[in-house]
């Protein structure tokens, strides 16, 4: 295990959105296999990491540098990312007003894989991850997130995780909003692609969802860096004892 | 030459003897010849629309060289369907066609069945002479001849134009297709369409302008729609002309009948000017009007449209929706007015117009307007003028879409829902075809 080298490595991050920093130095190494679960409180820069390391145009990275599977990606575009086998699922997925989430999926594959899969073989593919997912195959069809339920574009977004299969997946707060038996299905189909051969970043508020996809560290970010990192063990202190608490105690012994 | 050419005013061919021979060419008789004459005059003593008038003050239509443009040329040749020919290709399905050029009928075919259900489509010359009551009874019943500068020079020099009239409870399944092409190199085509519904009729029409070559040209049609109870007619209006051909358009719909419903479809490709003026008046009680409108503006390309949902009678709904994507120096003005009447409670009325501004310095302005005189209603109107969304463009390029196509598909997805709804599949492709060719072309500002 420790001979390989991550798939995902952050170092020294600094992240300034509109000349504001949210993120001071944070540091973090997936490598294949793992699953991380990043915590923290309301505005501490989770979704400002999780945007910096897909390569928003809005969030500059000011210092330090992102590395994917072992390759400099701090200055690719987005697409360029992507291509290079990372996937963001979003917290607030837009609407994207006139294209199908099929054509979406389609369009995706293809960019991905440079070619273009037979669409009888993608679509029974997409329908099947899609009869996993409990979703009905009408969504297809549907405008990509325009309408859908808080529930549904959460599904919609790990329905574009399990059909693109990329290596490393940012998972911003996915759990938020499912009620709980979407929660269940989501978790699983979380589960169904996690491998030894990529690697999840899963950005969560409660603790409810580590009971089904257990992450091999969680880690804790306040104030844009990681204060605290441990084992599953961290988010259920989390959840008996509360941020103020935990981070008081951070602070204490700093 | 060319002293004589700046200093001496050019002819004018909008002239009395032009309205004197376009009335010959047609054997009409002496009323419709004064009724021409008449407009004529109407057309000489009329000014310009004002532009202090909110609906004329954006474009200058006044400085038009209008009399330049010949209305009453000779018989086309043969080879005129040249490139029109691609419209008429086989598999397209219709229950009428008729095409014209500069008002002579190249083609004119009806399916039995429609024949059978006594449905008329016919160029309204032929119908003045075979049907006189009954183009009178409807002739000039929305639109007046003597309204405007515009309307009266179209009915003194009016060269071509259908008449369809569909009887009670008639059903014409496919559509009914009726192409105008402009053939000769300063050409001018003012074509008038009346289209009477009886009551239970239905039917869906879509009439093309199209231009062969690429020179200056214009047409200026003059269309009325009267509609009768329970009624339900679908138009299209499509206008593909060449980038220096002028385009003024003059529609006015009467839903005069209960219950009917009336779909309105404007779309712009063509011409280096667009001015549209578009009316729905929901006249019947419990009525209903959609009206749609899709324009993509290339180049120097100036749109200007006008359009006013008129709710005269209780119950009644109108829903507009209209979209432009303009690129490299385009512009497009939409001036849109959902008018209430008193008395006219329980309206529906909505009015969306998007703009999507593409590369180049292209502009848009939207302004939408109410005019309300009663209570208990629902009326709503957004516009909304700007480039594509980095967020929409942001999640498709974390797909792992490169920008270019990312651009395309929002493109695209702008067009989609507007595109779903045109009334045929042959007319749905050949807009898509001609989306994706304005996108293509290089931004004709860069020189490129
Ligand atoms: N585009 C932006 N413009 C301005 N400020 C921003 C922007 N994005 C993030 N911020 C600010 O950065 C800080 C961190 O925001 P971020 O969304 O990363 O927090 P978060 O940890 O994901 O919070 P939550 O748990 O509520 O999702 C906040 O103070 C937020 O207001
Ligand atoms: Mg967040």
Known sequence: ?254 | MSDVALTQRPLSRLTEEAVRRLSARWGEPGWALHARLDAFHAYQQTPFPPPSHEWWRRTDVASLPYEAFQPDGDAPRRRTLGTARTLLRPGKEYDALLVQAEGHTLRHLLSPAVERAGVVVMPLEEALRQRPSLVQTYLGKAIAPTENRFTAMASAFRNGGVFIYLPRNAQVERPIHLLHILARPQGALFPHTLIVAEEGASATIVEDYWQEGEGPALALPVVELLLDSASQVRYTGVQCLGPQALFLSFQRSRILGRDASLLTYQIHFGSRFVKTVLENHLEGQGSRSDLLGVLFGDGEQVFDQVTLQDHHSPSTTSDLLYKSALKDTARAVYYGTVKVRRGAVKTDAFQTNKNLLLGGRPKADSIPVLEIEADDLRCSHAASVGPVDEEHLFYLQSRGIPLPEARRILVEGFFDPLAQRIPTPWLRERIWAFIHRKMQTPDASKGG
Not at chain 1, 217 to 231: D, M, N, Q, T
């Open chain 1, 1 to 254: 295990m420790t001979t390989l080298s991550p798939l995902l490595q952050i170092e020294d991050l600094h992240v300034a959105v509109e000349g504001k920093e949210i993120l001071r130095g944070v540091s973090l190494a997936l490598y294949p296999g793992e699953v991380h679960a990043l915590m923290g409180p309301n505005g501490s820069g989770k979704s400002t990491l999780a945007y910096a390391i897909m390569g928003h145009p809005k969030y500059q990275v000011t210092q330090g540098r992102i590395l994917l599977k072992g390759e400099d990606i701090t200055s690719a575009t987005a697409d360029e990312r992507a291509r290079k086998g990372l996937f963001l699922a979003f917290q607030y997925p837009v609407a994207v007003p006139g294209v199908t989430l099929f054509n979406l999926l389609r369009t995706a594959g293809r960019a991905l894989r440079g070619q273009d899969l037979p669409v009888v073989q993608f679509r029974r593919r997409i329908r099947e991850q899609a009869n996993l997912l409990k979703m009905d195959e009408s969504f297809l069809q549907r405008y990509v997130n325009e309408g859908f339920s808080g529930g549904e574009k959460k599904r919609a977004e790990i329905l574009q995780l399990t059909v693109l299969q990329p290596t490393v997946a940012v998972l911003d707060e996915t759990d938020s909003g499912l009620d709980i038996d979407a929660l269940r299905v989501v978790a699983e189909g979380i589960n169904a692609f996690a491998s030894p051969a990529n690697a999840i970043l899963l950005i969560t508020h409660y603790q409810r969802i580590l009971r089904y996809v257990r992450p091999r560290f969680v880690h804790i970010l306040a104030e844009g860096r990681i204060v605290r990192s441990g084992g599953p063990e961290l988010a259920e202190e989390l959840e008996a004892r509360g941020y103020e608490q935990v981070l008081q105690q951070v602070r204490s012994q700093a």
